[in-house]
Each structure stands twice: as C-alpha cells, then as structure tokens.
C-alpha cells in the first residue's frame, strides 16, 4: 500500500480551497492531487475535525500480544524455553512463529546456554589461572563438551541481545 500524502500538503490544498477561494479542480492540477482524493480529505475533516490519514495495519497480521510489558517479564521468566513452549505456555491461543517475531521486537536472541551442572567452580578458576599464565601461542582451545545428539535437554534458551543466557545443563550421558 503507497504512503499516504503528507499532512502539510494536506493542509495546503485545504487552505488553498477554504481561504483563497480556489475551486477543488484547479486546486487538483496545481497540486496533482486528484479531485475524488481532495473530496475524501473535505469528508474526512467535517467528520473529525482533521484531515489526517487513517491509520492502517499490515493485513494478516492482528496483533495478538498486546502487553508487552508482560510478555517481556514472561519471556525473561521462560527464557530456558523453546518457541513452541512458550506458545503453549502463553495465555492465549498463539503460535511459536508469533513468539519468535515477538522476542526479536522486544530485542531478545536465541543463545547457547553455558554450563554444566556438575562443574566445580573451585576446579574452574585453578584452571583460569593456569591458562592465564601460559603463552598465548601455547594455548590450544577444543571443543568436545556436549556433543551427545541424544541430549534431552535444550542447549539454547533466550534473552535480552547483548547479554549471556546463563543456565546450566547435564553433562551426563
């Protein structure tokens, strides 16, 4: 759908017309609007007082999640969830394709989640330590963790672009 015309050539051609006295054809070709459109605008403004445009919303789309406040305290909530657990979480009746557009508009990513649960944070930081103080050109990084395709547990959860999803997982097979 084009964009409607501006308000301040709106507010010129009716100017044109109610206080110069220019009749509405001769206000259509100096203006190139059309006269059906000039009349529309005349309606509009001895029905509302204004001749703004109408606001229009993309078709097909009905705007289901209205609160998002709400919605962004229930995503942070269920950030552990996948799309379509949220859906069936969610109050109403809602698809996890409407989820998915909705985390993106309020500016939250799908993550990894970091972690196991049967990490030993004292083991963790003795490790930092040591690494820390080896040569960059000797530290080699491989990544064996977690590659069971069985895995039950969803490795990826949501939150706020920017920052770290935190949540922690079996290592377990």
Avoid at 24 to 37: G, L, W
Avoid at 116 to 145: H, T
Avoid at 147 to 166: A, I, L, V
Wanted: aromatic share 10%.
């Amino acid at each position: 759908m084009p964009a409607p015309y501006s308000y301040d050539l709106r507010q010129k051609v009716i100017d044109a017309i109610e206080l110069d006295g220019i009749p509405k054809t001769e206000a259509s070709q100096v203006f190139h609007v059309s006269r059906n459109t000039i009349n529309l605008w005349l309606q509009r403004k001895a029905q509302t007082g204004d001749f703004l445009p109408k606001p229009h919303h993309r078709p097909g789309n009905n705007h289901k999640i209205t609160d998002w406040e709400k919605f962004k305290a229930f995503a942070q909530e269920h950030g552990d969830k996948t799309a379509a657990q949220m859906a069936e979480l969610w109050d109403d009746d809602i698809s996890p394709r409407t989820i998915s557009r909705a985390l993106k508009k309020i500016g939250f990513t799908r993550k990894k989640t970091y972690g196991y649960q049967e990490r030993d944070e004292q083991q963790r930081e003795e490790f930092m330590a040591q690494i820390e103080q080896m040569e960059p050109q000797e530290v080699v990084y491989l990544d064996e963790a977690g590659m069971n395709s069985q895995d039950s547990d969803y490795p990826y959860g949501y939150c706020e672009e920017g920052k770290r999803f935190h949540a922690l997982k079996s290592g377990k097979r």
